[in-house]
């Protein structure tokens, strides 16, 4: 697959940190940069359903999630194709309707990624090598 570069990574004001992601569809299809919020409370990285359907991401089944503020709601869930820094894989996704694309922590753990909250950008955690989750 050919892919873009990231970046435009950065912290803002409240301590969010933000990061551009290559994100597509697991059967090697559309393939674009996109900038996501990076949510450490966050076990599910989350795309809205029009960014899935520009990626051809379907959701695959269904689950339920509990939200910060306790509320249970319905997703989507599916595969994408996630690519931040050096390092690529596989990963289940949540599709519902969010104002800004969120990256969760099983993402970041099974890539071997971490947020500097100082910098605002993405570093290496460990070697690479996906991680079972």
Same mark, same amino acid.
């Given at each position: $697959?050919?892919?873009e570069?990231? =970046?435009?990574? !950065?912290?803002?004001? $409240? =301590?969010?940190?933000? =990061? @551009? %992601?290559?994100?597509?569809?697991?059967?090697?299809?559309? %393939?674009k940069?996109?900038? /996501?919020?990076?949510?450490?409370?966050?076990y599910?990285?989350?795309?809205?359903?029009?960014?899935?359907?520009?990626?051809?991401?379907?959701?695959?089944?269904?689950?339920?999630?509990t +939200? &910060?503020?306790?509320?249970v709601?319905?997703? !989507?869930?599916?595969?994408?194709?996630?690519?931040?820094?050096?390092?690529?894989g %596989? /990963? @289940?996704? &949540?599709? $519902?309707?969010?104002?800004?694309? +969120?990256?969760g922590?099983?993402?970041?753990? =099974?890539?071997?990624?971490?947020?500097?909250?100082?910098?605002?950008? /993405?570093?290496?955690?460990?070697?690479?090598?996906?991680?079972?989750?």
């Amino acid at each position: $697959m050919a892919h873009e570069d990231q =970046g435009g990574k !950065g912290a803002d004001a $409240m =301590g969010y940190v933000r =990061g @551009n %992601v290559l994100i597509g569809s697991a059967d090697g299809g559309v %393939v674009k940069s996109v900038e /996501f919020l990076a949510d450490t409370g966050a076990y599910y990285t989350i795309i809205p359903p029009k960014l899935a359907e520009e990626l051809n991401i379907k959701p695959i089944a269904k689950t339920k999630l509990t +939200l &910060a503020d306790k509320r249970v709601v319905e997703a !989507g869930v599916s595969l994408a194709y996630i690519k931040i820094l050096d390092r690529d894989g %596989v /990963f @289940n996704i &949540a599709i $519902m309707d969010v104002p800004k694309p +969120l990256l969760g922590v099983s993402t970041l753990e =099974g890539l071997g990624i971490k947020v500097d909250q100082t910098t605002g950008e /993405f570093e290496h955690s460990r070697p690479y090598g996906l991680a079972l989750i």
